[in-house]
Each structure stands twice: as structure tokens, then as C-alpha cells.
């Protein structure tokens, strides 16, 4: 049963552009949620993450949006620089710290020059 | 200082033998993690250690032991593994501050299992 899920397994954006990249869970009981964003036999580097009990956080170009009800987060990236391209995962985790975290599949983003 | 380090990169080794992956993190996290990654998969955790006790293991099998020897350390030791072990090996670490939790990965460890 996949928990979290990133339904777009690639995106193309050009470069100055906005990049939205989607992710959807099934389990109420998550409490936080991270992006991370991954280079080829490296691991993930983090990126930022939310509380269940906010629904925006920001940090320079990345903003994370949280829809509890629709049980749906989503990480805009603006303005898209070629670097940004990568594969991005959503993770989720409950007990808010020292718990286990669920990945999603990942989406494979790559910014047009 | 944001940083997991990971020893060594690269690690190959024959099923009878016995190796060690080393972990290391100074940002005070409590919380450190193994997990493991197959290509084009999502990271799958094997093991959480919460102030340097175990607190999860995922079922693992006992091939795989983890140890905590202090806050900053995190070992995972390797006996008699199989090819379907080669993996790359991330550890972690995170910490809530602020209402809000960073975790952080280390760059790896390539195993290969002959």
C-alpha cells in the first residue's frame, strides 16, 4: 500500500519558469511532511518541510503548500534554475521527530534552458 | 553545520566477509537513521536510534547490526550479506526545532555484494 504518492513520475519546465511539483498521501495520522530532492547515486538533500498544523511554509525559492483535507502538499520552486533539475521526493512521518518516514515514488524534474 | 558524513563510499565485499558502515553527524540531532535505496526506488528505513537507543528496526534481517557508540556516531556492521544486499546506504539524522523538523541524509555508501 503506498502511502505517499507523487503521480507525476517526470515534469519538464524552462528555466524562469514556476515548477509544482505534487505529492498525495492516504494516512491521517501523518503529522509532518519534507522535500528532498536527489542527484544520481547521492543522497537526498533536504530541502523543507511543514507541520500538519500549518498549511505554507516558505524558505527562498521553495514553498511548501499543505491541503489537509484533501490530503494533498504540493513544493513550488520559483523562479526554476537549471540546477533544480533533479528527482524530487515527498516523505511523511508521524510522532513529529524521531519516527519513521514514508517516501513517495519521486518525480524526475528537469528545467529547459 | 549541516552535515551527515558517510565512510566509505564505495564498499565492495564477498558474502563470507565482515565490514562496517561509519556515520557521523555534530549537529546535536538525537535521532539518527539507516535507511537503504535500490535504484529508482524510494529510501526504505531499517533502523531508528532515539538518544542513542534503538527504537525501530524494520524488520531486518540480523545480517544487518546497528550501533550507537554516542550521540555523534551511528556504525552499521555487515556479516555474511547476499548479492541482493548491494544497496546504497544512507544514514540520517534530524532534530525538531521551532515547530519544525530538519532531517538530514549523508551523501551514502555504495555497497556490492559479490
Known amino acids: 500500500d503506498q502511502q505517499v504518492k507523487q503521480n507525476s513520475p517526470s515534469l519538464s519546465v524552462q528555466e524562469g519558469r514556476i515548477s509544482i511539483l505534487n505529492c498525495d498521501y492516504t494516512?491521517?495520522?501523518?503529522?509532518?511532511f519534507l522535500w528532498y530532492k536527489k542527484y544520481p547515486a547521492e543522497g537526498p538533500t533536504f530541502l523543507i518541510s511543514?507541520?500538519?498544523?500549518?498549511d505554507k511554509n516558505e524558505d527562498g525559492r521553495f514553498t511548501v503548500f499543505l491541503n489537509k483535507s484533501a490530503k494533498h502538499l504540493s513544493l513550488h520552486i520559483v523562479p526554476s534554475q537549471p540546477g533544480d533539475s533533479a528527482v524530487y521526493f515527498c516523505?511523511?512521518?508521524?510522532?513529529?521527530?524521531?519516527?519513521?518516514?514514508?517516501f513517495g515514488t519521486g518525480t524526475r524534474l528537469t528545467i529547459i534552458p | 553545520d549541516t552535515e551527515v558524513t558517510q565512510t566509505p563510499k564505495h564498499l565492495v565485499m564477498g558474502m563470507t566477509n565482515k565490514k562496517s558502515l561509519k556515520c557521523e553527524q555534530h549537529?546535536?540531532?538525537?535521532?539518527m537513521y539507516w535507511y537503504k535505496q535500490k535504484a529508482k526506488k524510494p529510501p526504505e528505513l531499517m533502523f531508528v536510534?532515539?538518544?542513542?537507543?534503538?527504537?525501530i528496526n524494520e524488520s531486518v534481517p540480523s545480517r544487518f547490526s546497528p550501533e550507537c557508540p554516542n550521540s555523534s556516531l551511528l556504525n552499521l556492521h555487515l556479516h555474511a550479506l547476499q548479492p541482493e544486499d548491494s544497496a546504497l546506504y544512507l544514514c540520517?539524522?534530524?532534530?525538531?526545532?521551532?515547530?519544525?523538523?530538519?532531517?538530514?541524509f549523508g551523501p551514502g555508501t555504495r555497497l556490492t555484494v559479490l
Open positions: 540520517a539524522s534530524s532534530q525538531v526545532r521551532g515547530g519544525r523538523i530538519w532531517k538530514y
Open positions: 494516512n491521517s495520522m501523518f503529522d509532518y
Open positions: 511543514i507541520s500538519s498544523i500549518k
Open positions: 516523505a511523511a512521518g508521524t510522532n513529529f521527530g524521531n519516527e519513521k518516514l514514508t
Open positions: 549537529m546535536g540531532h538525537r535521532a
Open positions: 536510534y532515539s538518544y542513542e537507543k534503538l527504537s
